[in-house]
C-alpha cells in the first residue's frame, strides 16, 4: 500500500462561487511557472464560458491551455438528453474524462498537480474520484479546489478529500483572498524546493 502524502501536501481551496477560487489557483500556477519554469506540473482548471452577461457553461483547460467542454446550458443534441445535470447545466462526462483523465496520470517527474475542481459536475465521471485518490498515495503535492456544501453537507468525494490527513483548507473571501495566494504560494515554494521523500 503506497504511502498516504505527508502531512500539508494536499492544500484545498474553498469558498462561495464566484470569490475567484480558479483566479487563485492560476495565479498560484502561474507564479510557480514563473518563478521556476523546470517544474513538472500537471493537472487542469475549470473556467465558465460567457455569452455576453450570461454563463451559459464551463470548460475544462489543461495547464498548457487545450480546451474541452464540461458543462452546457445551449447544447441540445441526441447524445445530450442522456447526460447527467447539474442545477441547469448538462455535463459532459466524455469531454471532461478525455481530456482531464490524462492529466491526472501520476508519472515519477510530477512537482505538483493543480485539480480546479473537485466537485458535482467532475464527481459525475466515474474514473475521476479514483484518479484523485491514486494522486493523493503518490505522495505528489496537490492545489486543489473543492465547493462550499450548498445544504451544510459535503458531497461524500468533498468530505473525503477535507478529511485527508495531508490536507490543509484554506477557506477564501473577497478580503482574504490575495493574502491567501501569496500564503499558499510560499508553502508550496518550500514544499517543492525540499528534496522529495516518494517512494520509488
Known sequence: MAA???????FLVTGPPGVGKTTLIIRAFEALKASNPSL???GFYTREIRQGSDRVGFEVVTLDGRKAPLASTTISSPQSMRWPTVGRYKVDVA??????LPE????????????DEVGKMELYSSSFFPAVLK???SNIP???SVPIPKSGRDIPGVARLKNHPGATIF?????NRDAVKDQIYSQLVDLLN???NRLP
Open 4 to 10: 498516504a502524502a505527508g502531512p500539508g501536501k494536499c
Open 135 to 137: 494522486i493523493l498515495e
Open 95 to 100: 469531454s471532461f474524462e478525455s481530456l482531464a
Open 104 to 115: 491526472l496520470q501520476v508519472r515519477e517527474d510530477t512537482d505538483l498537480f493543480i485539480i
Open 194 to 196: 525540499k528534496p522529495q
Open 142 to 144: 496537490v492545489l486543489a
Open 40 to 42: 513538472k506540473l500537471q
Open 171 to 175: 477557506t477564501l473571501t473577497t478580503s
